[in-house]
């Protein structure tokens, strides 16, 4: 069964960068749509980005679109987000997910199966 293991967060000021991994073990992410998602404390959790086999992808809210970029190393069997510009409302525990295999981008964190335990990301002002 495939764990996925997020890393990279941390507290940065605004206006910095970070860049999210995801690395699994147990099975082969190669065929999965993955996304990120995040949860602010006390907030829903928010769908971030996807990305396909192929290696297209999507971006979630207008506040994520232009700043964030998902990406895959099959290789290295992770996955990548980065982060341009960070805000004090990007502050939130970003989590990594794998969903179905040979599918599109998807959006649901119902449609995703396999989740890693969350990597926190601390944005001050």
């Known amino acids: 069964q495939v764990q996925l293991i997020e890393s990279g967060g941390g507290l940065v000021q605004a206006g910095s960068s970070l860049r999210l991994s995801c690395a699994a073990s147990?099975?082969?992410?190669?065929?999965?749509?993955m996304g990120w998602f995040r949860q602010a404390t006390g907030t829903e959790r928010e769908f971030v980005a996807a990305?396909?086999?192929?290696?297209?992808?999507?971006l979630g809210a207008d506040s994520v679109k232009g700043r964030f970029t998902m990406s895959r190393d099959n290789a290295e069997n992770s996955v990548y987000l980065q982060i341009n510009s960070l805000k004090p409302e990007d502050t939130a525990v970003y989590y990594c997910?794998?969903?179905?295999?040979?599918?599109?981008?998807?959006?649901?964190?119902?449609?995703?199966?396999?989740w890693g335990q969350g990597t926190q990301v601390t944005v001050s002002a």
């Open positions: 990305i396909t086999w192929r290696g297209g992808s999507i």
């Open positions: 997910a794998a969903s179905t295999p040979y599918s599109r981008a998807r959006e649901s964190d119902s449609d995703y199966f396999y």
């Open positions: 147990g099975g082969s992410l190669s065929p999965y749509t």
